[in-house]
């Protein structure tokens, strides 16, 4: 699963394997919590930091208009978001991709344990700004 045409490629495989444990022992059926929960430990079994649940602010022309949790923050780099339905739907990209936009983060994974077969997509944030120090 490495591909080192994907930024993260090694983080993101391990994220992944570590949801396919859970995949393969829960199967589909629960709901989120329950994977997050299930995943929650794959994670620091596998020595992998990360902070679940983790709030951002949310800003509008510079003024903070809210909150959002994202489901793991991995690393403070990787931002992965669950879902627990049949089918992911354009709704569930779209809220992806939002918060890799809202917390300015390169990388993400949508991952999907409703289905038959886990279901994952690493997702790319087009609009990512790389802050440099001068």
């Known amino acids: 699963m ?3 045409n994907f930024k993260y490629s090694e983080l993101t495989s391990k994220v992944i394997g570590c ?30 930091p990360f902070s679940r649940e983790f709030e951002m602010p949310i800003y509008y022309r510079n003024q903070q208009i809210g909150t959002r949790r994202v489901d793991f923050l991995i690393e403070g780099i990787l931002s992965v978001e669950l879902k627990a339905v ?10 992806a991709i939002n918060y890799l936009e809202a917390y300015n983060l390169e990388v993400g994974l949508l991952i999907n344990f ?9 997702l790319k944030n087009n609009k990512f700004k790389e802050f440099q120090n001068v």
């Open 2 to 4: 490495i591909d080192t």
């Open 19 to 48: 949801a396919m444990r859970v995949h393969s022992a829960l199967g589909n059926g629960f709901q989120e919590v329950i994977y997050q929960r299930a995943l929650q430990i794959e994670l620091s079994l596998a020595d992998i």
């Open 86 to 95: 049949t089918q992911v739907e354009d709704v569930h990209f779209a809220q």
């Open 114 to 122: 409703g289905e038959r077969s886990l279901n994952f997509k690493r």
